[in-house]
């Protein structure tokens, strides 16, 4: 507020100038006093009229700072939230490249471990090359002695520790490759919090990862916990941060676990063991491979020339027997990077490239025989497909930014409907724009008038409904059977626009003539979707005639209250007018409903031969005929034509009961020329205006206004019936 007041000058002037600058370094000095300066400023004022004057400059200006203090305030918090934006996005990219650079290492590793090993192989082959069997030789070479046995005892460690595992031995059945590798004690975090979880005993072996968890009361005993195959592994270092330290993370897409090691050293052999296995069983897995197929390559060798004579026919009679399994070749730099390839492009996002080497695969193996090794390639193959689904499927949810419309979630759609997943793809894309919607809808501002609010709702509505269709139809141009799916979303989004519109309309008890103006609004945003060849307006119809029924019958019971009360203080007396200005005013009021013969009931200067009851009765019944016109369509027939009757019997009961009852002959007169008005003038036009707004006559009021009396009243009554 010092700020504020150091703007103004006591002696009434602004803040430029000599008395600005010299206030401004009083308001900065550490002597200023706010009572002091308030004492100068009212010695100094000619009279009240100045203090007012001061008054409204300081107030403007602590409005101006309080402004600007707010645009201050928005600007820093938008430029915050675009920095966490960009630090998000920045991170993602940092966890993409230490991953490109993890694997790159790993190749490279790869690479001079499969060189050492062909290395190796040579030297093997060639000191092996004097015996045709090596393994019956006696003198076997001391390192496939030791290697022999190394494996045996490995084999024997893993089926003695798995037997104090519960609950593995169906999931984890003994082949003769399989072994034990490395095993120790772990304790689990939990990932988002970093609370303690339980403790774990891991087996590492040369294919798989098996965690196991502790049992408590049987000391050297484990509870089988999950098995990770060594395929789809990833192993990522977790920087100590004190007291949390000595930590490495388990990547399973898509979750992830977090151990604590025992101690630093324990730390490095789990992390440096796990990535040696890993890539000793992508080693493996290739030369099994490369020695598969040259082998189902070789050409079978040539049977020995018969010499008998009698062979002839049963060589003619084997021709017919089964022939060889075509050999599949996957041994192809691609096929055999593939696995890795899908995960390196799942994880930068690159959805395209990896259904790209998908259709790459089908079309290879299209037309190629299901033999084992194609199996397993489809298996690690359909693990990632897996993993890709539930990403796209992730970025299609509504818990993902809704911003960009519809085409935001084009790339994701489109790649799932080439996975075979159309299905799934629009579910998925109509959930997202149904929360769009609803967000949308949820953030609109309620204003005062509810005119302009339905106005804004309506073009958000139905702009977001039309982008939506439309993007619809580019996504799923090929997909006929999703059309029907799309149908049933558009009706609930219907019923939500109508929740939204009803509670803003008739729940606020809005006049008839402002339900109408709404209701006529959102018809014409609703013929936008002809466009497109889609039509809801019978879903509007039917979802709003409930509270269109009750509007109506809300507002005929407030014409016959008050045409009811004017009915009781009813004198039957011409109405003066008083003015010409009034008299014009009531006649275009009246050519406005339709009387067309009005002039025939005015008299001298500004007298009308009417009641003022009958009048205000003509007024406001052809004001309800004509807003509830607007509302018209047929289900709301009878209730429109109902409504007018009720309101006309009460107007007519009244008048019929009026000239059987008044005893005085002018007043009797009066009545009757009312009466005329009434039947002659008003029904025939209430009648008119009703066949051309519904198409077609109501039998009814025809009938109505043909007889000369509504209803028979005793004649020796005398109470009137209101």
């Avoid at 008998?308 to 060589?315: G, I, K, S, V, Y």
């Avoid at 979630?409 to 109509?430: H, N, P, Y």
Wanted: aromatic share 8%; net charge negative; proline share 4%.
């Amino acid at each position: 507020m010092a700020l504020s007041l150091g703007e103004v000058a006591p002696g009434g002037g602004g803040g430029g100038g000599a008395g600005g600058s010299r206030l401004r370094r009083q308001l900065e000095s550490g002597s200023y006093a706010a009572e002091e300066y308030v004492k100068q400023l009212s010695q100094q004022s000619d009279g009240d009229r100045d203090l007012q004057e001061h008054r409204q400059r300081i107030q403007a200006l602590s409005e101006e700072t309080a402004q600007s203090l707010k645009r201050n305030v928005y600007q820093n918090y938008r430029q915050f939230i675009e920095t966490a934006r960009e630090i998000s996005y920045l991170e993602s990219e940092m966890y993409q490249l230490s991953h490109i650079l993890t694997e790159q290492k790993g190749i490279l590793e790869a690479v001079t471990q499969a060189l050492l090993l062909l290395q190796a192989d040579r030297d093997d082959r060639a000191a092996g090359a004097a015996s045709s069997d090596p393994h019956a030789n006696p003198f076997l070479p001391l390192s496939a002695k030791e290697a022999a046995a190394s494996e045996e005892g490995r084999q024997r460690t893993l089926t003695t520790l798995l037997e104090k595992v519960e609950g593995c031995r169906d999931l984890l059945p003994e082949s003769p490759g399989k072994y034990l590798v490395y095993n120790g004690d772990l304790v689990e975090y939990d990932a988002d919090h970093m609370v303690q979880i339980q403790k774990v005993h891991a087996f590492l072996m040369n294919d798989c990862l098996l965690v196991a968890a502790w049992l408590p009361n049987r000391r050297g005993t484990y509870r089988y916990d999950a098995l990770y195959p060594l395929d789809g592994l990833a192993v990522v270092n977790v920087k100590d941060n004190p007291p949390m330290k000595d930590m490495f993370k388990l990547l399973m897409f898509p979750e992830s676990r977090i151990f604590q090691a025992e101690n630093a050293k324990i730390k490095k052999e789990w992390l440096e063991v796990l990535e040696e296995t890993k890539r000793s069983r992508v080693l493996s897995e290739k030369r099994r491979l490369e020695q598969e197929v040259p082998a189902a390559r070789a050409p079978p060798p040539a049977p020995p020339e018969a010499t008998n004579p009698f062979d002839e026919d049963e060589e003619e009679s084997g021709e017919g027997g089964t022939p060889e399994e075509e050999v599949v070749d996957l041994s192809l730099e691609w096929i055999q990077e593939l696995p890795e390839d899908l995960d390196v492009c799942i994880a930068q996002r690159d959805f395209e490239g990896a259904v790209d080497l998908l259709d790459k695969l089908n079309e290879y193996l299209g037309d190629k025989p299901l033999t084992q090794p194609v199996r397993e390639l489809r298996a690690k193959v359909d693990e990632r497909i897996r993993q890709l689904t539930d990403v796209l499927v992730f970025e299609l949810s509504p818990d993902r930014s809704l911003r960009g419309g519809p085409r935001a979630t084009r790339r994701a759609v489109s790649q799932l409907i080439r996975l075979g997943q159309s299905t799934k793809a629009c579910e998925l894309f109509l959930r997202n724009r149904e929360a769009a919607v609803h967000t949308a809808i949820r953030q609109l501002r309620i204003e005062g008038a509810t005119l302009l609010y339905i106005h804004k709702l309506c073009h958000v509505f139905f702009t977001s409904l039309l982008e939506t269709a439309k993007e619809f139809e580019t996504d799923f141009a090929g997909n006929s059977g999703c059309y029907s799916a799309f149908v049933v979303w558009a009706r609930s989004a219907m019923r939500m626009f109508v929740d939204a519109f009803s509670k803003q309309v008739f729940d606020s008890k809005e006049s008839l003539s402002t339900a109408a103006e709404c209701v006529k609004v959102a018809k014409e945003h609703c013929k936008q979707l002809s466009e497109i060849g889609l039509d809801l307006t019978f879903i509007i119809h039917t979802l709003l005639v409930k509270d269109i029924k009750g509007a109506l019958q809300s507002y005929k019971d407030i014409i016959i209250e008050a045409t009811k009360h004017r009915n009781s203080e009813e004198m039957w007396r011409k109405m003066n007018l008083m003015t010409p200005e009034a008299l014009g005013k009531l006649r275009e009021e009246m050519r406005s409903c339709g009387v067309t013969n009005f002039d025939q009931y005015t008299g001298d200067d500004c007298w009308v031969n009417l009641s003022y009851t009958v009048v205000a009765f003509t007024k406001q019944t052809m004001a309800f005929l004509e807003e509830a016109l607007k509302l018209y369509f047929p289900e709301l027939h009878m209730v429109l034509l109902e409504s007018l009757l009720e309101i006309i019997f009460v107007a007519v009961q009244h008048v019929d009961y009026s000239l059987r009852c008044e005893q005085d002959p002018e007043k009797k007169t009066f009545i009757r020329q009312n009466a005329s008005f009434l039947y002659e003038t008003v029904l025939p036009v209430v009648e008119k205006r009703f066949e051309e707004g519904v198409g077609k006559p109501a039998k009814q009021l025809h009938d109505l206004r043909n007889a000369s009396r509504l209803m028979r009243v005793n004649p020796e009554s005398t109470t009137s019936v209101v």
